[in-house]
């Protein structure tokens, strides 16, 4: 599924997850991440991230040399391309919604198959590592639209999978 990108005005949450990140040192690791968005985050209003039909929406809401943060709209059914983080660690928050993480493992080259479904409630804190293929979004089941607050350090350079024929998604 398509993916956009917009920019947001300034915000309250920008300015402090920017200062908390730029805080913590380069050898900061993923479970620091973790930690961070394990807190309590400032008022949020989360009406100026906006949501598009056509795809799942990126709100930039942070970038440094270390880390990018960014908040994503979600209408139900929209998920993410099966994907890496190309070694990179990121983490992500839910914060209204319910999101849904397929995970997989890959089986050729670029081919993955499903391994395991999760699925995760508002203040849920997850961190992917390493090697891990999976694909995000909401159910299209869901009445309500999901956003989740993800930081990805460095930098991802994701590569996308397809699903390997024969396996039911
Ligand atoms: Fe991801």
């Given amino acids: 599924m398509s993916s956009h990108q917009r920019t947001i005005p300034a915000s309250n949450i920008a300015a402090s997850l920017g200062a908390t990140l730029s805080e913590i040192g380069a050898a900061a690791r993923v479970e620091d991440v973790v930690n961070i968005l394990r807190r309590p985050l400032?008022?949020?209003?989360?009406?100026?991230?906006?949501?598009?039909?056509?795809?799942?929406?990126?709100?930039?809401?942070?970038?440094?040399?270390?880390?990018?943060?960014?908040?994503?709209?979600?209408?139900?059914?929209?998920?993410?391309?099966?994907?890496?983080?190309?070694?990179?660690?990121?983490?992500?928050?839910?914060?209204?919604?319910?999101?849904?993480?397929?995970r997989y493992e890959s089986v050729h080259d670029s081919l993955a198959r499903e391994v395991s479904r999760d699925v995760y409630l508002p203040g849920s804190v997850v961190a992917c590592v390493d090697d891990d293929i999976h694909s995000m979004g909401a159910d299209a089941d869901a009445s309500d639209p999901l956003f989740t607050l993800h930081v990805y350090r460095p930098e991802p350079v994701m590569r996308v999978y397809q699903l390997a024929a024969g396996v039911k998604r």
């Fill in 42 to 102: 400032p008022r949020l209003d989360l009406g100026m991230f906006t949501l598009d039909p056509d795809g799942y929406v990126r709100h930039l809401l942070h970038r440094d040399e270390r880390f990018e943060a960014l908040i994503i709209g979600w209408l139900p059914g929209q998920f993410s391309e099966i994907h890496d983080h190309g070694g990179a660690e990121c983490a992500f928050r839910v914060l209204r919604g319910m999101a849904v993480e397929r």
